[in-house]
């Protein structure tokens, strides 16, 4: 076998609009293709004894063993692997579900999807479940659990923490969207102007300067104290000397700790000889220069969470810790606990397994114990010197028995440091009663306070702790999306959006729009080049200046990676027309039908789908969508329309020379054609498609019609407002226009316009695009020919898999299909035939450009008009 692909989505895609994150595998079975699994000798057996569990996977049977019964009757291998894959993350700590696999155009080719927890882990598991398949063929020994460790490992690394984690499944629950920003813990909840960022359990709320504190023990505890917030006595040491002079004032047993430590790094307590304190010295400066020596408060530990201000939950927390039976050694017994199938590996389960490490070491020694060691039968063990659940600690949740005045103080404290997510460590015998009357301190107070204790604790109630920070973030009434309308279709996406993000901007909003020649925030070109992918989208969702979003989304970043976003509240699409079949297993038009469909499955309930009804494929959508539908027609007496309006539904049609909307049996007339520019006096009819498109879609947005037929008023085609678009260039004897037309379907669209235009001669300058079909290359010679008096032949600069002899020749050949002896050039550099054709223009010629790097052919036609304006002197 052999993978030829593996592809990531993160986001709505081609192979499910709902489930968003999918490993999608292109794999070749090769001459497994003729070898289902029951003619594989041994093979179940095999696949049953290494991975038992796949028992209960019901695959199409619908029963525990349906897919093992689906193996011994006989299925393919890029089936099996599609089970594996998704067996293996399950067992790594990951569960997750579903997964399809489906043949692609080629023979033994299959497309294996499955679902993913982490992108890096669902890339290994892609290449492990191949790999484990290969070796059970062939009977050779797997190391499963090998696999099985290495995922795991790469699940604590790339995952989110549980806190982090948590507070993001709050914010899903809640249809809060979120961005990742980086590898670690920092997270965008919401889009836009509306968003807010978390990073561990800091949030953009939280007070830098209270941060600051928090992470100073020393200016800490001095607030603190100075509140009569009953803290240990202690100070700040730098060397043997200072600790020497503290002890000797506030008498053993004491703590050190970094000053500015967190997560118990560098701490130690209970130090009783100034041995112990000597090594528990430098232990703490390995984190910090300076180490704070306190008075070692005996009790139980505590740790108490205040989120904005307000007591959320608390938990007594115990060290990692062995008891002994009089038979078992201390390793034995770490390995007995171990085996509790409620501990496993980081952050996977309720509790952590207990690792042995350099504290466990010197908790041993100081105690003159080995590994070896046999505890007597009672005797309680402590392994680390603090209760951290990462190091194999347990919680008990105390939320219920906090004393009234504890939970006052902690209020007060989190007031005092101005730290809206608190988290309090407290040494006391007991919660239940003030710890002014029991002897308690305050220990500590730190920002980004572990949530795990509390959400998982090995006994008593988890708490939701993550819901109190999303209220905080997003009081009731707050919105943490921005309006956002998508854009797809095969020919005038760009347009569409361009004139749509136009009206949004006339309504007085800071639009962030994306397009095939760049990222737009608020009309600055932000990024150049092709950003209709959802790498792109992000970009705008990200940029806290947006708060409305128009994005167009084409197809290569659909099939590449899904939709940069979940849910949006328009989408539209304007037409589908052969175009890129054949490419990324996209071989029919019905295909590519589905793939411009996603975006419209991802509109909210209350929103809109805005479809060209003229348009078969385009209309059929209508029937898959769970939201309200608007069409838009060339016709006003068209069947469809006329059927969607008597059931009181919206629509937009050409009727008279007008732009009008339908709604019901009224009609609201926007504007006639001839005023609006893009239309170019009603000529250019693909872009009475886009203006229908674009004025529907601000109607369904509840927009006025004025502040609509105005928009359309003002927006005037031009190389800098739609560069690549219709973008015309008067001469004195001849017109020059430069389009982007780069399909058959677009250049049908330009020619309907080039026939309505007066010239003495139609020169085209076309070109082919050499990763499509030779009959889409013939095609689109056959349409030049239909429309053009003379052709030029240019290349692309990408040839994509082609000679460019290849492509002249099969554009040649459609030219010559409808005629046989039309005038064609072939100049193979796209600045060259700029340079022939408005050099030898005749008068009155129409020169049509059709380009592929529009910066550039712009840049060289201006260039020719300023020279001819006298703007700039021809060089020699």
């Known amino acids: 076998m052999k993978i030829l692909d593996i592809k990531v989505m993160n986001g709505p895609n081609y192979w499910s609009a709902k489930r968003y994150k999918l490993i999608v595998m292109l794999l070749d079975l090769e001459e497994l293709e003729e070898k289902p699994t029951d003619k594989i000798p041994g093979f179940i057996e095999r696949l049953q004894a290494l991975m038992p569990t796949l028992y209960e996977h019901r695959c199409s049977e619908g029963v525990p063993g349906g897919f093992f019964m689906r193996v ?5 291998m890029g ?28 023979k033994g080719v299959y497309h294996v999807v499955f679902s993913y927890h982490e992108a890096k882990a669902g890339i290994y598991t892609a290449r492990a479940a191949v790999r484990i398949a290969e070796a059970l063929i062939n009977d050779e020994p797997c190391d499963l659990q090998a696999d099985i460790q290495e995922l795991r490992e790469i699940r604590e690394e790339e995952r989110l923490g549980p806190s982090t984690g948590s507070i993001v499944e709050e914010a899903e629950k809640r249809k809060i969207p979120y961005i990742r920003l980086n590898r670690h813990s920092l997270v965008q909840l919401g889009y836009g102007i509306n968003q807010r960022r978390v990073q561990a359990t800091i949030a953009s709320t939280t ?14 505890k001095n607030l603190l104290e100075a509140s009569e917030i009953p803290v240990p006595r202690g100070r700040i040491v730098y060397n043997e000397e200072d600790l020497k002079r ?24 209970n130090i009783r000889t100034w041995e112990e304190a000597v090594e528990a010295l430098a232990a703490a400066k390995k984190y910090s220069r300076s180490v704070i020596c306190e008075k070692f408060i005996t009790g139980r530990d505590f740790r108490v969470l205040v989120i904005n201000y307000k007591f959320v939950a608390a938990a007594l927390r115990t060290p990692a810790a062995v008891t002994g039976d009089g038979k078992h050694t201390i390793q034995e017994l770490i390995d007995i606990v171990n085996k509790d199938p409620r501990r496993g590996y980081g952050h996977e389960k309720v509790l952590t397994s207990i690792k042995i490490d350099d504290f466990t070491m010197n908790i041993l020694a100081k105690k003159e114990y080995t590994l070896e060691t046999v505890l007597a039968k009672g005797d309680e063990l402590w392994l680390k010197p603090t209760a951290n659940l990462s190091t194999g600690g347990t919680a008990t949740d105390v939320t219920d028995f906090v004393h009234p005045s504890n939970v006052f103080m902690c209020e007060r404290i989190a007031r005092i440091i101005g730290l809206d997510i608190c988290g309090i460590d407290i040494m006391a015998e007991d919660l239940s009663m003030p710890i002014t009357e029991n002897g308690g301190a305050v220990l500590e107070v730190n920002a980004a306070p572990g949530f795990r204790m509390h959400l998982d604790p090995t006994e008593g109630l988890p708490r939701n702790v993550a819901e109190p920070v999303i209220d905080m973030l997003y009081p009731p009434g707050s919105s943490a999306r921005i309006p956002i309308i998508a854009v797809s279709g095969t020919n005038g996406k760009t347009t569409t959006t361009r004139l749509i993000a136009h009206i949004v901007k006339q309504m007085g909003y800071k639009v962030g729009y994306t397009t095939t020649d760049g990222v737009y925030i608020q009309n600055q070109l932000m990024v150049r080049g092709d950003c209709t992918g959802p790498v792109s989208a992000e970009f705008v969702l990200r940029d806290p200046t947006v708060n409305f979003a128009v994005l167009e989304c084409a197809r290569g970043g659909l099939l590449r990676a899904g939709l940069g976003f979940h849910h949006c509240d328009v989408a539209v699409v304007t037409n589908v027309a052969e ?32 479809l060209n009804a003229d348009d078969d494929l385009v209309f059929a959508m209508a029937k898959d969508v769970s939201c309200k539908v608007a069409f838009y027609s060339l016709h006003e007496d068209s069947t469809r329309i006329k059927a969607h309006c008597a059931t009181g539904g919206v629509a937009a049609v050409y009727e008279q020379g007008f732009i009008s909307i339908l709604k019901g049996a009224w009609k609201i007339r926007i504007e006639r054609v ?14 009475i498609y886009n203006v229908l498109a674009a004025t529907l879609t601000a109607y369904v947005r509840d927009f006025k019609t004025e502040d609509i037929r105005q928009a359309l008023q003002t927006f005037v085609p031009s190389p800098a407002l739609t560069p690549g678009r219709m973008n015309m260039f008067q001469f004195k004897h001849f017109s020059v226009m430069l389009d982007y037309a780069h399909n058959t379907h677009g250049i049908h669209a330009v020619g309907k316009f080039v026939n309505s235009v007066e010239a003495s001669v139609k020169v085209g300058i076309v070109a082919g695009v050499g990763d499509r079909r030779d009959e889409d290359i013939i095609s689109l010679g056959e349409e030049s020919a239909k429309i053009f ?35 064609i050039d072939v100049i193979r550099k796209e600045s060259e035939a700029i340079d022939f054709a408005i050099k030898n223009a005749k008068d009155g010629a129409f020169i049509v450009i059709i380009s592929d790097v529009v910066p550039d052919a712009l840049e060289q036609v201006k260039r020719y008009k300023d020279i001819e304006d006298g703007a700039v002197v021809e060089s020699v």
């Open 79 to 106: 089936h099996v692997i599609e089970h594996i894959a998704l067996e293996l993350q399950t067992l790594a700590g990951m569960d997750t579900g579903f997964g399809r696999t489906r043949e692609s155009d080629k």
């Open 579 to 610: 175009d890129h079949l054949g490419l990324q297993g996209i071989d029919t038009i019905e295909k590519l039908a589905k793939v411009k469909a996603v975006a419209t499955q991802t509109v909210w309930p209350e929103g809109y789908v805005v």
């Open 246 to 269: 503290e002890i000797d004032r506030i008498g053993y047993p004491v703590v050190t700790k970094p000053i500015d430590g967190n997560h118990g790094k560098g701490a130690t307590t």
């Open 72 to 76: 011994k009757e006989g299925t393919w």
């Open 207 to 220: 007070s830098s300067i209270a941060v600051e504190l928090a992470c100073d023990k020393e200016e800490t």
């Open 674 to 687: 001839t005023n609006i520019p893009l239309t170019f006096s009603g000529r250019a009819e693909f872009n």
């Open 789 to 823: 008096d003379e052709i030029i032949i240019r290349q692309d600069k990408n040839l994509r898999g082609r000679t460019e002899q290849e492509i002249i020749d099969l554009i040649s050949e459609g030219i010559r299909k409808v005629d046989a002896a039309k005038k």
